[in-house]
């Protein structure tokens, strides 16, 4: 499985980003895709979470201005981040986990929050 996160940049507080995360190789028996960031000297945290059975999980700091969804045709999944704060300021990674259980990960794209 090989991911690629795009989307990510610089803007003001307030604004709206879309990350995108195009999903390719074996995808089949994948059971979740979900959004990490990690800022700098802090752990990596989830922020969203997509399943195969539609349902999703979110962060409680990112609910209500977070959106988690998938595009099977395009087999992408997409963070719409709206009304967007400094502190969302962070790399933010893919993660796709197999029915199996294993784990894949995808190189982060950078999002910028300036006040």
């Known amino acids: 499985v090989q991911l690629q996160a795009s989307g990510g940049g610089l803007l003001q507080a307030g604004g709206s980003l879309r990350l995108s995360c195009a999903v390719s190789?074996?995808?089949?028996?994948?059971?979740?895709v979900g959004w990490f960031r990690q800022a700098p000297e802090k752990q990596r945290e989830s922020v969203a979470r997509?399943?195969?059975?539609?349902?999703?999980f979110y962060a409680d700091s990112v609910k209500g201005r977070f959106t988690i969804s998938r595009d099977n045709a395009k087999n992408t999944v997409n963070l719409q981040m709206n009304s967007l704060k400094t502190e969302d300021t962070s790399v933010y990674y893919c993660?796709?986990?197999?029915?199996?259980?294993?784990?894949?990960w995808g190189k982060g794209t950078l999002v910028t929050v300036s006040s």
């Open positions: 190789g074996s995808i089949f028996h994948i059971n979740s």
């Open positions: 997509i399943f195969s059975t539609g349902s999703t």
């Open positions: 993660n796709v986990v197999q029915t199996k259980g294993i784990g894949y």
